[in-house]
């Protein structure tokens, strides 16, 4: 396929809830603007690792392509795409974006994606609050970097700032068209 036009932004209202992870589930948000919930205000957020979904209503153009790109922008760190019930796929970077054919879209539809992050902010808030997590049989856990070193010797993440997590963004739809064999 190649671009058949120009892309189309998906805006709006976006609905985060957080589906399962730890410490705690923070409180969902709507969100007007994709951004890491790590910047959201609030309990919680940056030190949860796990699952969130983002879900938003979207309505095409009447216009049918031959196929539709869902570009994701940028996610940390994984992301399952899911369209009016249908789960398309399950992305894992550098290239967040999938093909859809322009059948499995309705009049109204509900995009859904869930974002899996990293856990590491669940381990920087553990370390920040003195919390046992580092449980293993005969062997030291070392800090490869003098920085991530604690008082013992060994690794902490106490000093480290969270990571980005989240659907980031911009959200877009490509029209596509077959490529023209020449």
Do not use: C
């Not at 994709?34 to 209503?57: K, Q």
């Amino acid at each position: 396929y190649e671009p058949a036009g120009a892309p189309l932004a998906v805006d709006g209202e976006w609905t985060l809830t957080f589906e399962h992870g730890g410490a705690e589930l923070p409180v969902s948000r709507q969100l007007s603007k994709l951004l890491s919930w790590t910047e959201l205000e609030g309990e919680g957020y940056a030190a949860f690792s796990g699952t969130a979904r983002y879900a938003i209503d979207l309505i095409l153009p009447e216009h049918k392509p031959d196929a539709w790109r869902l570009d994701l922008g940028s996610v940390a760190n994984s992301a399952v795409v899911i369209l009016n019930g249908e789960k398309l796929g399950t992305l894992i970077g550098p290239n967040y974006s999938i093909d859809v054919s322009p059948e499995k879209f309705l009049p109204v539809n509900k995009l859904e994606v869930l974002v899996t992050n990293r856990m590491a902010n669940r381990i920087i808030a553990m370390d920040k609050a003195h919390t046992f997590w580092k449980r293993f049989y005969n062997v030291n856990f070392p800090a490869n970097r003098a920085a991530d070193r604690g008082p013992d010797g060994l690794f902490t993440a106490e000093k480290w700032k969270p990571l980005p997590s989240g659907l980031l963004g911009p959200v877009q739809l490509i029209p596509l068209q077959k490529m023209n064999p020449q």
